[in-house]
Each structure stands twice: as C-alpha cells, then as structure tokens.
C-alpha cells in the first residue's frame, strides 16, 4: 500500500494571522538614506485593516445608493476626501515606532501620515509585502 502523500495545514496558509504580527522597517528618507526611525506595521490582510477597508467601502456604496435615490448628480469624491482615505489607510496599518519622541497613538499616527506623504508611500509598500510577513514560516 502506497504511503499517503502528507500536504501542508491549513494553518499554514493563513496569511491574515501572519499579516497580525507586526513588521518593523526604517523609515528612509526621501533621498534613500537612513533616519533611525522605525516603523511596525500590519499586513494589508490582517483583519483590523481588512475591517476598516470593508468600512469605507460600505460608507462609499451607501453614499451612491443614497445619491442615486435621490437622483442627485453626485460630483464623485473630491480630492480632499481620496485624499484623507489614503491618509487614513496609510495609519491604520501603522502599530508602532521607534525613533520618534512622541509616543505612537492612532492619532499621532494619522498626524504623520497626513504630514509626511514618503512616510505614507513607504507604510503601504511595507503593509502589502506579504513577504515581511512570512519569516521564519
């Protein structure tokens, strides 16, 4: 009799736990070079950035149906509110940091998301490397 062949578990597989533990990266500035500022993120698949995209994604529909109903010619979503989401998509990926004197508070880092636009570029870029998230596994 043929030995079963042994797969892997599914656990294995679960990037959203994977995405829940943090990854830190320093903060290069925008010429490349190093800041001595370190920044802990979340995967994009953890459920605490998963929940607040469904979130948004929800507010926006109920805005159209809402425009639609009333037949409203809605002018989209002015720029300063695309730009507010992704300040605020940059931060809720954010966990924590080193290197800054202040400590690390959802709204300090909305604040530097708003503030600091390389900080924001290079938080996504972070968050959506599954690979930072998949050490040691």
Not at 25 to 35: I, M, N, V
Not at 43 to 67: C, P
Not at 94 to 99: P, Y
């Amino acid at each position: 009799m043929a030995e079963a062949i042994k797969g892997i578990s599914l656990d294995s597989l679960d990037l959203t736990a994977k995405c829940e533990v943090a990854h830190e990266f320093q903060y290069l500035d925008p010429k490349g070079r190093d800041t001595g500022v370190y920044i802990s993120v979340l995967g994009s698949d953890a459920e605490k950035v998963q929940k607040f995209e469904n979130e948004e994604a929800n507010k926006r529909n109920r805005q159209q149906l809402i425009e639609a109903e009333k037949q409203v010619d809605g002018d989209g979503h002015p720029a300063e509110d695309l730009r507010d989401l992704i300040i605020r998509q940059a931060a809720v990926r954010m966990c924590g940091w080193r290197g800054i004197d202040q400590p690390f508070t959802e709204a300090n880092a909305l604040k530097l998301c708003k503030i600091n636009s390389e900080i924001r570029k290079q938080v996504f870029k972070e968050s959506q490397d599954l690979r930072n998230f998949m050490k040691g596994k």
